[in-house]
Each structure stands twice: as C-alpha cells, then as structure tokens.
C-alpha cells in the first residue's frame, strides 16, 4: 500500500493526451511539499520526468507537463507517442512518516 | 558527465547481509546527498534511505531502520548501503541516486545502473 495513489494503467492512442494522477494527504502532497516525476522504461533505470511539479529537466519533451493542487498532482503527456509506453512514478516527503515516499507506479500504454 | 557505478548482483542466504557500493563521478561528491531506492521484481520504487557525504547522519525510513546502514567514504567518493537479517522479500534491485539539491524535497536526477540482489535459501 502506497502512501500516495496512482491508477495502476493508463492508455491512450498515439497522439492523444493522458493524464496520471497522484494523490496524496495532509502530511504530504498537501503539506506543501513538492512533487516528482520519473519514467521507467520497461527494463531500464527510472528517469526523473518533472521535478518540483511542474519543472522538466533538460532534455524532456514539452509534451510532458506537470502540475499540483491541494493534496493531489497530475502528469500529462500530450501527442502520445509509442515510445512513452512504460511505467511513472510520482514522489514527494511525508512529514508524518520522516520518509521520502512514492506512487505505487502508472503503466501507460498506447494503443 | 555524472556517472553512479553500483557493485555487481549479489546472491545471499536468509538471515545474511548484503553491502552494495554506489562511487560516483563528474560531480563534488560531498556537495549532493546520496539515497538508496530499491525496486522489487514487478513492484514500484521505495526509499531505503540517504547520506549528505562529510555531512550529518543517514537518514532512514522507519520500516527499515535497524536493519540498514548506509555509509559514505569521501577519499573514494563511494557510498554504501549494508542492509542486514535478509529474507526473500528483501530480494530487489537496489539503485543509489543523487540528489538534486533544489525544492523540497530533493529529486533524484542521476540513477545507478542499479545491483540486484537475489535472497534465497
């Protein structure tokens, strides 16, 4: 059991736009703290995607996009395109926990 | 460019420990905090922990403290993380990541290729 919820799967065809939620509480998302985004590839190294919700590092397509309200953010990915297939994970600190704490993890697939 | 080096797959029995290493380069390794995340087979991410090299003490989550150490020696600019009284559910792969020392909290931007250890009798 994740600390902060993520649809398990997400899909959507090549060009459309999909959205991956991230929710939170009070003691996380809700404290103010910051979220972040990492792709993960099937059989690679998790990729930091968007980092204080809203910022992507260099190199990161514009069609990833980032936000956060109240105790929830949201990863959107406009014009799908098949090599955006793979798993994200949403992160942020628990304050009550002392921890750094993840999402259980999306799977997008493109149709 | 920033490189983390993890040590090769371990295979461990039960009740053991593993130490896995993370040396680092192309960044002023005591300038950024290192942390441990570990990924079990078909599972998602979580923190095991993290160390601000030549700064502080480690910092654990509570689900795992006292069975994880987590070190940093500056001269080889290698962090290590021990994690002890193995059981097959410890069985993951355990990636080192740096810290991009912006917001709160942190991000991870650079990863380690990742070391998988396999606890089984």
């Known amino acids: 059991q994740s600390v902060l919820t993520q649809p398990p799967s997400v899909a959507g065809a090549p060009g459309q736009r999909v959205t991956i939620s991230c929710t939170g509480t009070?003691?996380?998302?809700?404290?103010?703290?910051?979220v972040h985004w990492y792709q993960q590839l099937p059989g690679t190294v998790p990729k930091l995607l968007i980092y204080?919700?809203?910022n992507r590092p260099s190199g990161v397509p514009d069609r990833f996009s980032g936000s956060k309200s109240g105790t929830s953010a949201s990863l959107a990915i406009t014009g799908l395109q098949a090599e955006d297939e793979a798993d994200y994970y949403c992160?942020?600190?628990?304050?009550?926990?002392?921890?750094?704490?993840f999402g259980g993890g999306t799977k997008v697939t493109v149709l | 460019q920033v490189q983390l080096v993890q040590s090769g797959a371990e295979v461990k029995k039960p009740g053991s420990s593993v130490k896995v290493s993370c040396k680092a380069s192309g960044i002023t390794y005591t300038y950024y905090a290192i942390s441990w995340v570990r990924q079990a087979p078909g599972q998602g991410l979580e923190w095991m922990g993290g160390i601000m090299p030549g700064f502080g003490t480690p910092k654990y989550p509570q689900n795992v403290q006292g069975r994880v150490t987590i070190t940093a020696d500056e001269s080889t600019r290698t962090a290590y993380m021990e994690l002890s009284s193995l059981t097959s559910e410890d069985t993951a792969v355990y990636y080192c990541a740096r810290e991009l020392p912006t917001g709160s909290p942190f991000p991870f931007d650079f990863w380690g290729q990742g070391t998988l250890v396999t606890v089984s009798s």
């Open positions: 204080g919700n809203s």
């Open positions: 992160q942020s600190y628990d304050s009550s926990l002392s921890m750094y704490v």
């Open positions: 009070s003691t996380n998302i809700g404290a103010d703290y910051d």
